[in-house]
């Protein structure tokens, strides 16, 4: 049987990022202002996504999205921003992607995600990524681990089509995947093995990616990122 992983050898992949360095590089420094916002008292699917990684993994995290359209900065202010203390936006002088960060989540929206959670209401995909285990957690350091590069062969995959998830899919496709070469996120406790193929998620990916790539901790086998396009 053919393995799942293949050999990392995706010159686009590398082409893409290093053109992306460069341009970011060449870009004037960024315009920064704190966006003042309402807390939200609603989670809509596009709020769930946002703040699982703040409730799941780490309650420190800071994201980042960039926005080009009026239509996507809406669904930010909308749906995203009221859910976080902190909300930066970031505007180039050469560039009209701006970049909006988001950091330290409200106890409020805290609660609403982990009562979702507890009525059955977050997307499987969700937890599927980022795991059930919502007592707060912090990342402190870093220890350095050795890591190898594969591409998955989608051609092993089951394509699972989901509504919730198309969803999610076309505002990352909009937003990170139209300024980005490749949309990345961290797993919670994926293993490297030949079953990946069988996860929710991974299905998802595969009816709507052209790659998927992951990064594995060679001791372990634990897929430490997840980048697609």
Not at 35 to 62: D, H, M, Q, R, W
Not at 95 to 123: D, G, H, T, Y
Request: net charge neutral.
């Amino acid at each position: 049987m053919l393995s799942l992983y293949k050999e990392f050898s995706d010159r686009d992949y590398l082409e893409a990022w290093n053109k992306n360095k460069i341009k970011k590089e060449s870009r004037t420094r960024s315009e920064i202002v704190n966006l003042e916002n309402e807390p939200s008292k609603t989670l809509s699917l596009l709020g769930l996504f946002f703040i699982a990684p703040f409730v799941l993994s780490y309650s420190n995290s800071v994201i980042s999205i960039p926005i080009r359209t009026q239509i996507d900065y809406e669904s930010m202010v909308n749906e995203i921003s009221g859910h976080f203390n902190i909300v930066n936006k970031l505007t180039k002088t050469d560039s009209k992607i701006i970049n909006i960060n988001i950091k330290k989540l409200r106890v409020s929206s805290r609660e609403l995600f982990i009562k979702s959670m507890l009525n059955n209401e977050v997307p499987k995909f969700i937890t599927d990524i980022y795991g059930e285990d919502y007592e707060e957690k912090k990342f402190t350091n870093y220890h350095p681990i050795t890591t190898k590069k594969y591409e998955i062969d989608l051609g092993q995959v089951e394509k699972s089509p989901d509504e919730e998830f198309l969803h999610i899919w076309r505002y990352i496709s909009s937003t990170y995947l139209a300024e980005e070469p490749y949309f990345m996120f961290t797993p919670n406790n994926w293993d490297g093995g030949e079953n990946l193929k069988d996860r929710l998620t991974i299905k998802n990916l595969a009816s709507v990616c052209n790659k998927i790539w992951v990064n594995i901790d060679t001791a372990t086998n634990r897929i430490i990122t997840v980048a697609v396009r």
